[in-house]
């Protein structure tokens, strides 16, 4: 992270419930695979996760 750079903060709700699918947390929006890179993923890959879990939201 480049400095004047901040950290985008995590979408969790703390409501850690999956769909009926097993795929899909319904407390943030996100699928299990994209909570499980988080943790990793740079300032632009957490802005991909955050637009598509706000596509779920409202679909």
Same mark, same amino acid.
Request: hydrophobic fraction near 25%.
């Given at each position: 992270?480049?400095? =004047?750079?901040?950290?985008? *903060? %995590?979408?969790?709700?703390?409501?850690?419930?999956?769909?009926?699918?097993?795929?899909?947390? @319904? =407390?943030?929006?996100?699928? *299990? %695979?994209?909570?499980?890179?988080?943790?990793?993923?740079?300032?632009?890959?957490?802005?991909? @996760?955050?637009?598509?879990?706000?596509?779920?939201?409202?679909?």
């Amino acid at each position: 992270m480049t400095q =004047g750079t901040k950290e985008i *903060v %995590s979408p969790c709700r703390n409501v850690c419930k999956l769909d009926t699918t097993q795929t899909l947390c @319904i =407390g943030c929006y996100r699928l *299990v %695979s994209e909570i499980g890179e988080w943790s990793e993923a740079s300032n632009e890959r957490k802005h991909e @996760i955050l637009m598509s879990s706000k596509k779920r939201q409202y679909k």
